[in-house]
C-alpha cells in the first residue's frame, strides 16, 4: 500500500514514517527542502527508505504543492504544521499555513481518486481551551471544541490555529465526502529520531539546559511512539473514525521535574 506523510522530518511524522516503513508501506513524504541533510538524512537511512521511502518538495502555503505527493496513495496523514509559541505576525506564520495548508492537503486529496482515508494530526489544542471549568471532576473528551475566541482574547495563536485548521477540515470534510480523522495528542514526549529539536521536547529539555522556574501548570502528556502508532491504527481500522484525544497522564510540570531529578541527580533542576 501507498501512503503519505506530509511533514515527514517532523518529530512525529519521522516515527510515523520509521513505523509506515517497517509495516511494508510505501511511503511517500513531502519536505519543504529535500536538499536540507537536516531534514532528510534521519529519513533516508532508515530500514526500508531506500527501496520504499520518497521525498516530494511541498509547502503549506502553495496551492496545489501536494498533489504529485498525495498522487496514487491510499491513505494520507497529514502532520505538517508550524508548533511554535514564540510569534511576531500570528496570521502570517501560524493561521495562514496552519489552516490554509489544511485545506491545501484536503483539496489535493479529492482531486486523487485513490485516497480513501485522512489522518490529520489535530491537538488537544483544539479540544481544551474552550472556558468550561476543568475541575478534577471533569473529563475533557473528544465532544470539547476550543473557542476561537477565548483563544483570540488570551493571544494563545498556536491553539487557535490549531481549532481553525482542524474546524475548516472538517467542514470541508463534510462538503467533499472525504473520510478524515483526527489524532488530537497532548504534549508529546520520548525519544527523537531527527537531529533538531521541536517545541515539545524543547519544553523538557529546557529544564535540564537550566531554565530558572517551570510553569505552574499541569499539561496532558503522551509518547510520540504510541501518537505514531495510534496515526497508523486510524488509518488501518475501518471503524475507526472522528476525533481521538490521545492522553498517558496529565502531570504537573513539578512532578516532570521530579522525574528529572531521579534520572539526573547530578543536574541543576528548577526548584519552582
Ligand atoms: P515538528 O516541529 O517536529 O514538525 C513540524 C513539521 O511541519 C515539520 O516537518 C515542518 O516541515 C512542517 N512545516 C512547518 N511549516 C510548514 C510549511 N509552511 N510547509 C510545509 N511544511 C511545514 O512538529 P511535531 O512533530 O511536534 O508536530 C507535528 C504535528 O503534531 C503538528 O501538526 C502539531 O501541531 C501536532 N501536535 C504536536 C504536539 C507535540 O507536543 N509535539 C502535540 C499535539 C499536536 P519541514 O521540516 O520540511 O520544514
Redesign the pocket.
Known amino acids: 500500500k501507498v501512503v503519505c506523510v506530509?511533514?515527514?522530518?517532523?518529530?512525529?511524522?519521522s516515527w510515523l514514517v520509521k513505523f509506515l516503513l517497517s509495516r511494508g508501506y510505501t511511503v511517500k513524504g513531502?519536505?519543504?527542502?529535500p536538499n536540507d541533510p537536516k531534514?532528510t538524512q534521519h529519513l533516508v537511512s532508515l530500514e526500508g527508505a531506500k527501496e520504499r521511502l520518497q521525498l516530494f518538495k511541498?509547502?503549506?502555503?502553495e496551492e496545489g504543492s501536494f498533489d504529485s505527493a498525495i498522487d496514487g496513495c491510499q491513505g494520507v496523514f497529514h502532520?505538517?504544521?508550524?508548533?511554535y509559541h514564540d510569534v511576531k505576525d500570528p496570521q502570517a506564520e501560524l493561521i495562514d499555513?496552519v489552516v490554509k495548508?489544511t485545506l491545501n492537503v484536503l483539496n489535493s486529496c479529492t482531486k486523487a481518486s485513490s485516497v480513501k482515508r485522512v489522518v490529520i494530526?489535530?491537538?488537544?489544542?483544539a479540544v481544551a481551551y474552550n472556558g468550561k471549568p476543568r475541575t478534577p471532576d471533569v473529563t475533557i473528551d473528544e465532544t470539547w471544541f476550543s473557542d476561537p475566541e477565548i483563544c483570540k482574547a488570551s493571544n494563545m495563536w498556536y491553539i487557535l490555529s490549531?481549532t481553525l485548521a482542524e474546524d475548516a477540515a472538517w467542514k470541508l470534510a463534510k462538503e467533499k465526502g472525504l473520510d478524515i480523522v483526527t489524532i488530537n495528542?497532548?504534549?508529546?514526549i520520548g525519544p527523537l529520531l531527527?537531529p533538531t529539536l521541536?517545541?515539545?521536547a524543547a519544553s523538557i529539555l529546557n529544564f535540564i539546559n537550566g531554565a530558572q522556574s517551570f510553569p505552574n501548570s499541569s499539561f496532558g502528556w503522551v509518547n510520540v511512539k504510541d501518537v505514531a502508532n495510534a496515526h497508523i491504527l486510524a488509518f488501518e481500522v475501518p471503524s475507526a473514525n472522528g476525533r481521538y484525544c490521545l492522553v498517558e497522564t496529565v502531570a504537573h510540570h513539578s512532578e516532570i521535574v521530579n522525574v528529572l531529578r531521579e534520572l539526573y541527580p547530578n543536574i541543576q533542576l528548577p526548584e519552582r
Open positions: 506530509t511533514g515527514a522530518s517532523g518529530y512525529i511524522a513531502s519536505v519543504r527542502d531534514k511541498a509547502d503549506l502555503l502532520t505538517a504544521s508550524p508548533f499555513p495548508g494530526t489535530s491537538s488537544m489544542a490549531k495528542p497532548a504534549m508529546v531527527q521541536n517545541t515539545s
